[in-house]
């Protein structure tokens, strides 16, 4: 094992090729594939190739390109597949969601409720340009990630702030994770995901040692000290307090899942795991027990097809038999009856389209992309160079991970759900933004950690020596 | 800090594999079940696709598809005097499901059936749409009609048979339902169907096969048949050796005659002619509850049938006394039975013995009108001998000939009958039941048996007897019968 992974790690990088043909290659892949959905789409539902094939595939392939140019220009030794994957999935998800547009059921359902349907395909398109015009400012305006350690204390502050904002605001479809400035709102906890991640960094690269040194060993574990605890007791009651006053399952597991995992790979402390999971569970049963709200996901999770959750909400039996319907093959885009589901079917439940229609293979392929991502990430975290960077890149990829595996699991029934957005693949302007701007950051590091090195700097942290080992 | 890092690799490896197996157990395992649960919407929109096939009475469907827009289902069922068929078809509702015949052919008729595979399969490759196949009935559209217009207004059932084959010629039921009006899902189908479901009446209820009423004094061809079956007596012409007034065994309570009937030391015939509680009473009680229980099992009770339709199972009480035995004898106490029940007891006396299996379902036909299955004629059991079931059909002949079934005779036919009127309720508090069971008998054997209940009428409460309201109904759907075979 040593011998293969520590290649990867930092020496590989030295004289590293840029790769970025490679990027521009897959990007090729990454624009064509969903315009041949898009296609796919037209032809099953209306005989015909849509007419706005055109403008889409332009509109996708001038948004890459942007990306690909910028990223050729301001992070030439950048990994060569987040970019290409990031495309790739917010193509699809606009496919999925112009699909889910085309569907009679849904517009009926809108008029029937609102008094009226507006498409939300062309909202996402302008969500994913100012997401791709996020990414290009976080290229341009960072030119180095340590430049955010600056920012520890400013992120808690506005991350708090975030976190804070929506209680103020009426809770929309019984969470409150919503803040409505005009006729926008804005889902503050996907910012709030990227900004804490920079302030755990931050707090933990200083704190680190004391945090990992100085504890008590007890039955073979060490046991950190009572004072040291306060940040994580800290971070608990947050998160807690987001599951109360939010009534927000999906961003309370985020946060505190994020500061355990930095919090381990910044001490090293199995310890912190175990206390970690610890107080998650009595805080996740203890909330449980008075909280009617969470009591009836877990209800809905435990029982999906009882007549009591079915009058309640059908979403997870309908999504569970959307899924099965697909079965291995799928139905084919466009040709299955995933809106059944109604209420967000095109964005925490726009899964169950891809189950439905692509099938468990295409599933299975949509899983793994996201695997992608988030190994490319890990990758980066071990290609860093300096823990600022190495503990970033591994928050923001396990935050992503916890939000893919807590969306994903919540509608295939695997965890209770919570109300949150698949990253680029739902609708939703927030999500796609954030997301962009957290691709952007770890094509920032990567870029960073495998520019080659001028000089192997003399390094402070031990364990950089250790990777240098053949 | 690389150590931890893989770790953290590793876990969300871990998620994402947490979820692949999640997807192959729902995508693969389950798929099937969640593809075919109750609660999946696609099911229906499957069922109504495309034009469903039809349920066919002589020759022609009773039912039909109309195209619907403004749903998801692209065709609506129809039915063609759908009150009168509803005992036989059930309905296929959009909203709410499909009952009987509709429910159980649903593969053949949306032609999801695995019998129609290769014809589908040569379908999806030639382009042609997916077509429903054909379910032909036994039923006599002339025998339902005079059943159901026989019934009329009033609260009951009719259930007749072929008794050679088993065939069922009629089911009707009324008070009864339009399975049209609650075929779709529009506002208008919500209310006819919570209008349906509240109905005190309970239309939506086939008592033909679902209801199970006291029989009264049908039973007692039953007690008959068990008496001559157990050599209890050797012909329809023994004196029977009863006494009247007779008192139920181990009590004091005497057993009464409906009037003051000839019962004393009467013959089987007379006892069957007038209607004598008191003489089968004492026959139930002297066989005893277990050889009653044997011969009224032959015949069918106990025990659900499927036509294929469920019909539910009638009641011979299986722990009794000797007084209840006497009363059970005689169709009271707890025997119940449904009007398929009687009419089945009919067809085996009428058939020389031989109950045949009733179904109603002749043929399955696939869209191309190539037979996918026929129901060929099945023996269900032997109740009686030939000579105890000749015996027995001179005894009800006798019935009709100058007893109290004279309402069902038929000029130049011979027809043997028995005549109820159970009552019922606390201290017989409600309208009592007519009944009414025949057949009739031409050269080439017997054509039709039938039973017939009405539940209760306005009509004057003495007039309310097999013989008055239930014989001549049962008297029009042998007609009808015996000239559709002209």
Request: aromatic share 8%; with cysteine; proline share 6%.
């Amino acid at each position: 094992m040593s011998s293969s992974t520590s290649h990867t790690s930092t020496i590989g990088a030295i004289g590293a090729p840029s790769r970025r043909n490679t990027e521009l290659g897959l990007l090729v892949f990454a624009v064509v594939i969903p315009v041949f959905a898009y296609a796919n789409v037209g032809l099953a539902i209306n005989d015909e190739v849509p007419t706005g094939m055109l403008g889409y595939g332009i509109g996708l392939g001038l948004l890459a390109a942007v990306g690909h140019l910028v990223v050729r220009r301001f992070a030439p030794y950048a990994d060569p597949l987040l970019l290409p994957l990031a495309t790739l999935l917010n193509g699809l998800g606009l496919v999925l969601i112009w699909r889910l547009d085309q569907s009679e059921r849904l517009q009926q359902r809108a008029e029937d409720l609102f008094g009226g349907f507006t498409p939300d395909a062309p909202n996402q398109l302008m969500y994913s340009a100012i997401g791709i015009a996020l990414f290009v400012a976080v290229l341009l305006i960072l030119k180095d990630h340590r430049i955010l350690q600056r920012y520890t204390y400013i992120s808690m502050a506005v991350a708090l702030v975030l976190l804070i904002l929506p209680v103020f605001f009426p809770a929309v479809n019984g969470a409150k994770i919503w803040v409505s400035i005009g006729p926008f709102t804005i889902q503050p906890g996907e910012f709030a995901k990227i900004i804490i991640a920079v302030f755990f960094s931050g707090y933990l690269m200083v704190k680190r040692d004391a945090l990992a040194l100085a504890s008590r060993r007890f039955m073979g574990i060490y046991l950190p000290r009572g004072r040291d605890l306060g940040p994580i007791i800290t971070v608990w009651a947050m998160s807690l307090l987001i599951l109360i006053f939010e009534t927000d399952l999906g961003t309370s597991l985020l946060f505190f899942g994020l500061f355990v995992v930095m919090l381990y790979v910044a001490t090293e402390r199995t310890s912190w795991i175990v206390f970690g999971l610890l107080m998650s569970g009595a805080g996740a049963v203890g909330v449980a027990t008075f909280e009617p709200h969470v009591q009836q996901r877990v209800d809905a999770w435990l029982h999906p097809f009882s007549d009591t959750v079915m009058a309640q909400s059908d979403q997870i039996a309908n999504s569970l038999m959307a899924f099965g319907s697909g079965g291995v093959l799928g139905t084919g885009l466009g040709q299955g009856n995933s809106d059944l589901i109604g209420f967000a079917a095109n964005s925490d439940f726009i899964l169950a389209t891809v189950g439905e229609e692509f099938g468990l293979a295409g599933m299975m392929a949509f899983l793994l992309l996201y695997g992608l991502i988030v190994e490319r990430g890990v990758r980066t975290a071990l290609a860093a160079r300096d823990p600022f960077g190495k503990l970033l890149a591994v928050g923001l990829s396990a935050a992503f991970a916890i939000q893919v595996f807590v969306v994903a699991g919540g509608v295939m029934g695997l965890i209770p759900l919570t109300g949150m957005t698949m990253p680029f693949v739902a609708y939703g302007g927030s999500s796609v933004i954030a997301n962009w701007a957290l691709i952007g950051i770890l094509i920032r590091i990567s870029d960073t950690a495998r520019r080659p090195a001028p000089a192997p700097a003399p390094n402070p942290d031990a364990e950089m020596t250790q990777v240098v080992r053949p | 800090m690389n150590k931890p890092l893989r770790r953290i690799a590793i876990f969300c490896g871990l998620l994402v594999l947490a979820l692949l197996i999640r997807d192959n157990w729902l995508q693969y395992v389950q798929a099937d079940e969640l593809r075919t649960h109750e609660k999946n919407r696609r099911v229906l929109i499957e069922r109504y696709a495309q034009e469903r096939g039809n349920i066919i009475v002589d020759g022609k469907p009773v039912t039909g598809s109309k195209r619907t827009t403004g749903s998801d289902f692209a065709y609506k069922r129809t039915y063609k005097d759908g009150p009168m068929w509803a005992p036989v078809t059930g309905f296929a509702s959009q909203a709410y499901g499909a009952t009987q015949i509709e429910n159980l052919e649903d593969g053949i008729l949306t032609g999801n059936d695995d019998r129609l595979f290769f014809r589908r399969t040569l379908d999806m490759i030639t382009g042609k749409k997916q077509a429903g196949g054909d379910v032909v009935t036994t039923l006599n559209g002339s025998a339902q009609r005079a059943a159901f217009e026989g019934l009329g207004n009033k609260k009951g059932a009719v259930a007749a048979l072929d008794p050679s084959t088993g065939k069922i010629l009629a089911l009707a039921s009324t008070p009864s339902y339009d399975p049209s009006k609650i075929a779709g899902n529009s506002k208008n189908d919500e209310k006819a169907w919570t209008d349906l479901s509240k109905d005190p009446n309970k239309p939506n209820v086939n008592r033909a096969l679902r209801e199970t009423y006291p029989p009264g004094s049908t039973f007692k061809v039953v007690t008959a048949a068990a008496a001559l079956e157990h050599d209890l007596y050797d012909g329809p012409d023994d004196k029977t050796d009863s006494p009247l007034p007779w008192t139920l065994p181990d009590t004091q309570t005497e057993l009464k005659n409906e009037g003051d009937l000839p019962c004393k030391n009467a013959t089987l015939r007379e006892a069957l002619r007038v209607s004598c509680n008191t003489v089968f009473g004492k026959v139930g009680a002297d066989l005893g509850k277990d050889k009653m229980q044997e011969t009224a099992e032959k015949f069918g009770f106990n025990q659900e049938q499927f036509v294929p339709v469920r019909a539910n199972a009638s009641v011979w009480p299986k722990d009794m006394n000797r007084p209840s035995t006497a009363l059970s004898s005689i169709g009271q106490f707890e025997t119940a039975t449904t009007p398929l029940q009687m009419a089945m007891v009919t067809s085996a006396i009428a058939n020389d013995g031989k109950l045949m299996q009733p179904y109603m379902i002749d043929e399955l036909r696939a869209p191309n009108l190539d037979t996918i299955e026929k129901t060929s004629p099945k023996e269900l059991s032997r109740p009686l001998s030939e000579p105890n079931a000749q015996k027995l059909q001179e005894m009800m002949e006798t019935v009709v000939q100058d007893g109290t079934g004279t309402n069902a005779q038929i000029p130049g036919v011979t027809v043997g009958g028995k005549t109820g009127t159970a009552q019922h309720g606390v201290d017989n508090s409600e309208d009592p039941y007519a009944w009414f069971i025949s057949y009739a008998k031409t050269d080439d054997g017997s054509p039709v048996a039938v039973a017939v209940v009405v539940e209760d009428s306005d009509a004057d409460r003495g007039d309310i007897s097999g013989g008055g309201l239930a014989a001549p109904i049962a008297k029009n759907v042998m007609k009808a019968v015996i000239d559709s075979k002209k």
